[in-house]
């Protein structure tokens, strides 16, 4: 035999064993099974719920000086707001007109009088003849009241009448009494008392410091010096006009 054709003869004789050898191992081991692939349906509609809801990131809790910071921090707290408020008008108070300087203002008739300590003929000077008050009295400079009412009792009584003028100077025996209380009080506080002499005036004042008190005889201090600047009505401040 020729040598090119024992190279293939030889081939043959070595392989067709091994092949036949590798058949029958490949019929005798069991195939192995491939796991199935998932539906794609399924795997997309997995996707879109996650694509969706995506999954909250947890907040961190504040550690150390940042949590005792945050805790310490109270609210804030928003005012209520303003309303309104409604303005009710104050009733009108009537209000007395204030009286001039000097003007002697009136003593009520139910003020508290008493004839105890006070010598005759003093105890009836409400039922002598009524002075006129003058307004334009000092009495910012002297000790009189300003609740005060002038009397006056004049030695012929009957030929005097409500409304007349007298003519300085007075006749003697003529005797001027000024009744006097605080604006507070309630009884008569003093009566100041001037009678005309043969020498010429002389002054008395009685006074008390409570309604149940009686008169008593005080100083009459700088009196005269006072009225003698009264000249054109004969040293009696108040006006000589009978009421």
């Not at 309104?84 to 009537?94: F, G, L």
Request: one cysteine or more; a negative charge.
């Amino acid at each position: 035999m020729h040598s090119s054709s024992l190279v293939p003869a030889l081939f043959r004789a070595l392989v067709c064993p091994c092949l036949l050898l590798v058949g029958l191992s490949c019929k005798s081991s069991p195939t192995e099974e491939t796991p199935a692939a998932p539906p794609q349906e399924t795997a997309s509609a997995e996707t879109e719920v996650k694509a969706e809801a995506p999954p909250t990131a947890p907040v961190p809790e504040a550690k150390g000086e940042a949590a005792s910071a945050v805790s310490s921090v109270a609210p804030a707290q928003v005012p209520p707001p303003t309303l309104p408020t409604a303005v009710r008008e104050s009733p009108e108070v009537a209000v007395a007109p204030a009286a001039a300087s000097g003007e002697a203002g009136k003593i009520p008739a139910a003020t508290k009088r008493t004839a105890a300590g006070l010598p005759d003929p003093l105890p009836g000077c409400v039922s002598w003849l009524r002075l006129k008050a003058n307004p334009a009295s000092p009495t910012a400079h002297l000790p009189h009241y300003a609740a005060r009412q002038p009397y006056i009792l004049l030695p012929e009584r009957d030929k005097y009448s409500s409304g007349e003028k007298l003519s300085p100077p007075l006749p003697e025996g003529t005797t001027v009494a000024l009744e006097e209380k605080m604006p507070q009080d309630d009884f008569i506080r003093r009566l100041s008392v001037m009678t005309r002499e043969k020498q010429g005036w002389k002054f008395l004042e009685y006074s008390r410091n409570s309604s149940q008190e009686a008169f008593a005889p005080a100083e009459a201090g700088a009196c005269s010096e006072c009225h003698a600047k009264a000249q054109a009505t004969d040293s009696v401040y108040s006006l000589l006009i009978l009421e």
